[in-house]
């Protein structure tokens, strides 16, 4: 029987990152203490400080992309705790059952306004606690420091994690659709309702949203699909590319040999054979030269086709991607994966020392050298 572990299994970050943290949570506890001092120069106060805003720091520059961490937590988690205390402390006369009663109903509007900010369970002590305080000087004295430390300190969280290279607040990773797609194309996603069922059945308060979980599971899977195609290049898998554009071509002509090829996308290549850029049905979607008024009905196909026809003069120079995504025979298909995985590619063009395009690795490719792979792995076993 395995001794249960007394230490937190917290995931690993960076000196920088505990730095960066750390001095969030000085300059944010600094600011918000002179600046409310600013507004408050009568004595009568808890204090231009309340104890909570150590907690809220912690949670605001050293996790910023926690569920608990965003603003309307903070804002509206606090708001709630300091309604909660003040109702309690009107109603009950006894500290110790006022103290309980208000950190409760705190815990349960947080909960049913979807605000959950732990530090906001001290702020409602700290209304009952100040009891002698709000009987003397008013309720002024609690509630002023604690609005005021709560959105001066939330400002200071907003700017100096985006100037320190943390989005704040948090921006859901996946957002971005397209690479939801490609991840799909590849089986590395799970859908939206098994995560949700599967949290469902923890049924347990997370320190992590759901779009952080998925974005962790597709990159656990991206390590191991690195890690099993260790032993496979470039040049081990890529198809020969027999097909190739020119940057002069009519667009015309190259939808129709795109759409010949097979494929997704094409290499443009000079008179030389270099790769200057690559065309895909995406650009051929997205250029100025397609846009339409309304809606268009058909398929992509004749809707492209009906389009094009009135843009004779247009070139494939004139809507390839010149920035282009390559490799060579020795590099290693593990490095390929998070951009075909990732960043919505569909091929990547396989060049030689003279930027010659000599082959194309497609996500076919790919899943067919994962397969080989597995198939590798089940024999060695079995032997």
Known sequence: ????????????????????????????LLVSGFTTGMFMTDQAAIGILVAPMGASAVLLFGAPTSPFAQPWSILAGNTVALLSGLIILLAVDDVVLAASLAVSLTIGLMFFSNCIHPPSGAVAL????????ISEF??????????????????????????SGKKY?????????????????LHLSTLPDDLNQALKRYDEVLNVSPDQLDWIMDQVQLQSYQRKLKGFSCGDIMEPCGITL???????????????SGLNALPVVDE??????????HDFVRSRALSVEGQVGGTLTSNVESLLSGTRFLRVEDIMTRT???????TPIAKLVPALAEKGLHQIPIIDINSKVIGMVTQANLIGALLTSQEMVTSSKCA
């Open 1 to 28: 029987m395995s001794k249960p572990n007394i230490f937190p299994a917290l995931a690993p970050v960076s000196k920088r990152e505990m730095f960066r943290a750390s001095l969030g949570a000085f300059l944010g």
């Open 126 to 133: 700290t209304v009952i606690l100040s009891q002698p305080t």
């Open 138 to 163: 008013g309720y002024h004295a609690v509630v002023a420091p604690i609005s005021l430390n709560s959105l001066i300190l939330l400002s200071m969280a907003v700017l100096f994690n985006n100037l």
């Open 169 to 185: 607040p948090h921006i859901p990773v996946t957002d971005t659709g397209e690479r939801s797609t490609q991840l799909d194309s």
């Open 246 to 260: 020119s940057p002069r071509l009519r667009l015309n002509k190259a939808w129709s040999t795109l759409r010949k």
């Open 272 to 281: 030389n054979s270099r790769l200057v850029g690559i065309v895909s049905q």
């Open 324 to 330: 282009v995504v390559s490799a060579d025979s020795d």
